[in-house]
């Protein structure tokens, strides 16, 4: 079983729905369904199975460092699971809801695309390679924010794509700056040259990386484009950049380079604290006063982020543990809250919480999957954001950062009273509307389901025997730093 | 935009003649590929002006006319899948994704260096057709008119 | 040095504009001055001293060369920052068409 098929599978399957999904657009469909659910049994079967090995593939056949190479670990395994659990569910979401937007074979081409491009990431081990594969998915991403046609959808799609080119180039100047110093790409071989580079150069290349990556992540002070973005999208594709996008993209690469290539050095970690609070506090100070639903949604995001930046810079076990808990937990209850938003939408055509109402009678799944995912965003146990919130607080206490977890805390209270106004005023509301302007579908039902029910159920993980099987081997790829190096230079043929 | 469509006649003549040539420089880039600078992408870029300057000279109706528009999709669609197969072709014969299986050659000669040659007319081929497909998109909106073209 | 330092001018020449200027075109063309400067500095990279193109010809010595890798990277960046270019301008044609100007802050719809 060769990793390469995680990039294979969707790309294959992208090109094949703009060669015959033109005639025929159940064939698309049936593609791309195929595609993501062969992507979601393919990622399971390799996490489990891989445990806390890695694996290695050379590509082409040329030795480390001349070629490509992609490096597997636990990090990387968990990652593509979450990537594919939320595709699945957002190709289930869209089967009704693209239908008013306008032919569908392009749409599922460029979703798989996305979804090309951000496996690609988590599965490679070569910094360039990683370059590619980000701009691969950031290209599908500018398409698919700007595919309703709407003024408002494009001017954020533009944005977004100013923004992000900027990023590309801070990034393209860092990887000059490595090569320059290091005279190879493969990030093995970097983290190994680290230990003889100038402390200068390395905060360069740091703060040059944080930059262009922290902006993909939306991480205070470059969280401008998101608001705007992940509201003017279509609902699916919001879930899928707030879900899968940001973490894959943003958090992913930075943990990568700042753990297993730069070895954690301790600025960087002490920049993580700070800017998380940051973003933690302004994320949900400036959600509080919104009344559009979706912008309320992608200023929570901003929010949820700082938590994991809290957590990955307190760098202690726990710690680590509660920021990949709070990560996998992100993704399924935000994408489930912008499938309601994008139910709510839909029934009944408006985004303002003062105009919505009585939606619990008139679409009751949705209704009471809200309620579940706002408990679960808001931290009340039984649910999975209680515990993820919890592991990151008391690795703030333990590891003597009082002021953290008060910041954990507050954020906490103030994400639980905005959601509150959601539940008030959105699904109880003021305006009660008297019938829905279109049902949602079956798809969208089911898609909803699925996530409240993996909300219940991600809270399992926090059970000790359980914790070590599925979380730890993760922690441990991050811990590692650069023993990374020395796994992947031993895994070579 | 003028009542006929397109540039004068002497621009029109001028294309019309030197239209192979473009092509022939273009194919001659990627062919080339594995000996001198070049290859698939800046011969595929030569390909497309080539495209580009029939759009440019004659007008987007005759254009239509002359060019099978859907053809070029399916073709610029295929390029990609053809590249997955040669690469899974490395995949069944040596284990490896991308392994060169063909055969290798001596060095210099034309049909060397065992599947850069065609790898390098795929990647000619769909980014030239890459490249004139977008531009024809994007020039579908006709700003007097005020109306898709 | 002298050299690197001049491509981060170059580069911040480029976010100047990308900053400053108003006209939508303006910014797409601030973006291409930025990808040229990071693609100068990549190429730089790989310059060696007292050495000639890396290209090996028939009846010639192999002789000392520069560095062929970076000029790899560079033929794979140019490529993306086509598709993003190409992208962008896709955009700002349907902005013109939504909002009849070229204009940025009169593109404003989205508050808050």
Redesign the interface.
């Known amino acids: 079983m060769t990793p390469v098929l995680f990039i294979i599978i969707p790309l294959a399957s992208a090109f094949l729905i703009a060669l015959v999904g033109r005639k025929r657009e159940i064939l698309s469909r049936t593609l791309s369904f195929l595609a993501t659910a062969s992507l979601l049994g393919l990622s399971l079967v390799t996490y489990f199975r891989l445990g806390s090995g890695i694996l290695v593939t050379e590509l082409g056949g040329w030795k480390m460092p001349f070629g490509i190479v992609l490096a597997l670990d636990a990090f990387g395994a968990f990652m593509l699971v979450i990537v594919s659990l939320i595709a699945l569910t957002s190709l289930l979401f869209s089967v009704s809801y693209v239908r008013h937007l306008g032919s569908d074979w392009k749409y599922e081409a460029l979703f798989m695309i996305l979804v090309g491009g951000m496996n690609g990431v988590l599965i490679t081990g070569d910094l360039f390679n990683l370059f590619v594969f980000t701009e691969i998915a950031l290209f599908a991403a500018f398409a698919l924010v700007a595919y309703g046609g709407q003024a408002h959808e494009f001017e954020a799609a533009f944005k977004y794509a100013v923004m992000a080119t900027v990023s590309s180039a801070l990034i393209l100047m860092a990887i000059a700056v490595v090569y320059g110093a290091t005279s190879t790409l493969t990030m093995a071989h970097i983290s190994v040259a680290m230990a003889g580079i100038k402390p200068g150069l390395k905060i360069w290349i740091g703060a040059l990386f944080l930059a262009g990556y922290g902006l993909k992540s939306a991480l205070i002070p470059f969280h401008a484009w998101l608001p705007d973005a992940h509201s003017s999208a279509p609902a699916p594709i919001s879930a899928m950049l707030s879900g899968v996008l940001i973490k894959a993209l943003g958090i992913y690469v930075l943990i990568r380079i700042f753990f297993n290539v730069l070895g954690a050095p301790q600025v960087f970690l002490q920049a993580f604290l700070v800017l998380g609070a940051v973003s933690l506090l302004v994320g949900v100070f400036l959600a509080v006063g919104q009344w559009d639903l979706k912008r309320l949604l992608a200023y929570h995001s901003i929010s949820q982020v700082g938590y994991i930046f809290i957590g990955l810079g307190l760098n202690t076990a726990l710690g680590l543990a509660g920021a990949v808990f709070h990560l996998l937990n992100h993704a399924l209850f935000k994408s489930l809250l912008f499938y309601n938003a994008g139910a709510i939408e839909m029934g009944l055509g408006t985004r303002d919480l003062r105009k919505m109402g009585n939606i619990s009678r008139l679409m009751p799944v949705t209704a009471h999957s809200s309620m579940i995912a706002s408990l679960a965003i808001s931290g009340i146990p039984p649910f999975n954001g209680f515990f993820s919130k919890l592991m990151i607080i008391i690795a703030a206490v333990q590891a003597h950062q009082p002021v953290y977890a008060l910041a954990a805390v507050i954020g906490s209270l103030l994400t639980l009273a905005s959601f509150m106004k959601v539940q008030r005023y959105g699904i109880r509301g003021e305006s009660p509307a008297k019938e829905l302007q279109s049902r949602p579908g079956w798809g969208m039902n089911a898609a909803m389901v699925i996530l409240a029910a993996l909300c219940l159920f991600a809270s399992l993980l926090i059970i000790p025997g359980i914790k070590e099987s599925v979380l730890d081997p993760v922690v441990a790829a991050i811990m590692n730093n650069t023993g990374y190096a020395a796994a992947v230079l031993g895994a070579q043929k | 935009m003028s009542e006929k469509q397109g540039m004068s006649l002497i621009v029109k003549t001028v294309t019309r003649a030197i239209l192979a040539i473009i092509f022939l420089y273009g194919f001659y880039i990627i062919l080339h590929g594995h000996l001198?600078?070049g290859g698939g992408?800046g011969g595929g870029v030569v390909l497309a002006l080539g495209f580009l300057s029939v759009m440019l000279a004659y007008g987007r109706p005759t254009t239509q006319k002359w060019l099978n528009i859907r053809a070029l999709?399916?073709v610029e669609?295929?390029g990609?899948?053809l590249f997955?197969a040669v690469?899974?072709l490395?995949?069944a014969g040596?284990g490896?994704?991308?392994?060169?299986t063909l055969d290798h050659g001596r060095?210099?000669d034309l049909w060397s260096s065992g599947f850069i040659l065609p790898l390098n007319i795929i990647i000619g081929i769909k980014?030239g057709l890459s490249l004139f497909l977008?531009v024809w998109?994007?020039t579908a909106?006709d700003?007097e008119k005020g109306a898709d073209a | 040095m002298i050299i690197y330092a001049l491509c981060f001018a170059l580069f911040l020449v480029g976010l100047y504009g990308l900053i400053v200027k108003r006209d939508l075109i303006k910014i797409i063309l601030s973006t291409g001055i930025m990808g040229y400067a990071v693609n100068l500095m990549i190429v730089l990279f790989g310059y060696r001293r007292e050495a000639i193109y890396p290209i090996l010809e028939k009846g010639k010595e192999a002789a000392a060369m520069v560095d062929p890798l970076p000029q790899a990277l560079v033929l794979t960046s140019i490529v993306i920052e086509l598709g993003t270019t190409a992208l962008l301008v896709a955009l700002a044609v349907q902005l013109h068409k939504n909002f009849k100007t070229f204009d940025i802050t009169k593109i404003r719809r989205l508050r808050g």
């Not at chain 2, 490896?96 to 060169?100: H, K, R």
């Open positions: 001198s600078p992408f999709h399916t669609s295929s990609p899948l997955l690469g899974l490395g995949l040596g490896v994704f991308l392994l060169n060095l210099f980014v977008a998109a994007l909106w700003p």
